[in-house]
C-alpha cells in the first residue's frame, strides 16, 4: 500500500473513486441524481487546480498501482491553524482491509506537516459509518451544522481530534492473526523500503505491544534484530536501524 500527496494527474482517478464511494455510502439517503451533482460540483473541472492549491491536502492511497482511496483536506481558521479533514473516500471494492485508518492517519501527518494545530473531521450525521470511523479513531463530536445537498438541508457533524495523555495518536484496526484478534496503529509507523511497518498491539487498549504489520503486503511474519531492524519475511520489506535503536554507553 503506498500513501502520497496526490497531484493534478490524478484528478480523473479521485473523481471515479468519489462516484463510486458516494454512491455506495450515501443513496439510502441521497438519490441519484443528487449525487451526481455534488461529484460535479465538488469534484468538476476545478479539480485539478484544487488539487494543487496551497492550503488544500490531498492524499491517494494506492494497491498495486491502482488507486483505491483518497482523502481530501483543506487548512482553514486564522492562520490556517486548523486542518479540516473533509472526505476519506475508500473504493466500495476495497473496503475493510484497512485503508480508511491508513488514509487518516497519513492524512492527519500531512496537515500537522502543513502547519496545522487541531485536526478536525466532519460527516454527514445519516451517515453511521462515516460517524461511527472518527468516534473509533480518537475523534470527539464537538457540533453540528447545517449543510445544503441539493434541494435538501442535513446535519453535519464536526469532530476534533481528542486529547491525549502522550504524544503518540493511534487509529486502531482489528485484523486477524490464526484465530487471534490483533490491533494495528497506523498512527505509529516505521519507515521501510517499500511502505511503512505498523506497531500491532496484543489488546485494545495498547498496553501489550505484539509485533509489527507490513504495510507493503499485510503481513504480520516480520522480524526485528537487536539492532531495531526489520524484515518483513513475506515480500522483504525491510526497515534499517536509526541511531536512536543502539545503545551509546
Known amino acids: 500500500m503506498d500513501l502520497r500527496e496526490a497531484t493534478s494527474a490524478d484528478s480523473d482517478?479521485?473523481?471515479?473513486?468519489?462516484?463510486?464511494?458516494?454512491?455506495?455510502?450515501?443513496?439510502?439517503?441521497?438519490d441519484d441524481e443528487t449525487i451526481d451533482?455534488?461529484?460535479?460540483?465538488?469534484?468538476?473541472?476545478?479539480?485539478?487546480?484544487?488539487?494543487e492549491r496551497e492550503h488544500e491536502v490531498y492524499v491517494v492511497a494506492e494497491d498495486d498501482?491502482?488507486?483505491?482511496?483518497?482523502?481530501?483536506?483543506?487548512?482553514?481558521?486564522?492562520?490556517?491553524?486548523?486542518?479540516?479533514?473533509?472526505?476519506?473516500?475508500?473504493?466500495?471494492?476495497?473496503?475493510?482491509?484497512?485503508i480508511g485508518?491508513?488514509?487518516?492517519?497519513?492524512?492527519r501527518e500531512a496537515l500537522l506537516d502543513a502547519g496545522a494545530e487541531?485536526?478536525?473531521?466532519?460527516?454527514?450525521?445519516?451517515?453511521?459509518?462515516?460517524?461511527?470511523?472518527?468516534?473509533?479513531?480518537?475523534?470527539?463530536?464537538?457540533?453540528?451544522r447545517e449543510?445544503?445537498?441539493?434541494?435538501e438541508t442535513h446535519t453535519e457533524n464536526v469532530y476534533v481530534e481528542s486529547d491525549h495523555d502522550d504524544d503518540t495518536w493511534r487509529a486502531l484496526e482489528t485484523i486477524d492473526d490464526d484465530g487471534q484478534t490483533r490491533y494495528v496503529s497506523y498512527g505509529e509507523p516505521a519507515r521501510g523500503s517499500k511502505a511503512p511497518f505498523y506497531t500491532v498491539y496484543a489488546n485494545e487498549t495498547a498496553s501489550k505491544r505484539y509485533g509489527w504489520f507490513c504495510g507493503n503486503c499485510?503481513?504480520?511474519?516480520?522480524?526485528?534484530?537487536?539492532?531495531?531492524?526489520?524484515?518483513?519475511?513475506?515480500?522483504?520489506?525491510?526497515r534499517k536501524a536509526t541511531r536512536w535503536d543502539a545503545s551509546y554507553l
Open 13 to 30: 482517478i479521485i473523481r471515479s473513486v468519489a462516484q463510486h464511494s458516494l454512491a455506495e455510502s450515501y443513496t439510502h439517503f441521497l
Open 37 to 51: 451533482e455534488a461529484v460535479g460540483n465538488w469534484y468538476g473541472d476545478d479539480l485539478e487546480d484544487a488539487v
Open 65 to 98: 498501482g491502482e488507486t483505491v482511496g483518497f482523502s481530501q483536506s483543506e487548512l482553514v481558521g486564522e492562520n490556517h491553524s486548523v486542518g479540516r479533514i473533509e472526505w476519506i473516500h475508500v473504493d466500495p471494492d476495497h473496503r475493510g482491509s484497512g
Open 101 to 107: 485508518p491508513r488514509l487518516l492517519a497519513r492524512t
Open 118 to 144: 487541531q485536526i478536525q473531521g466532519v460527516v454527514l450525521e445519516a451517515n453511521e459509518v462515516g460517524n461511527e470511523f472518527y468516534a473509533t479513531h480518537g475523534f470527539d463530536r464537538v457540533g453540528s
Open 147 to 151: 449543510l445544503e445537498v441539493g434541494d
Open 218 to 238: 499485510d503481513s504480520l511474519d516480520n522480524a526485528m534484530d537487536s539492532m531495531g531492524r526489520i524484515i518483513c519475511n513475506s515480500c522483504d520489506n525491510r
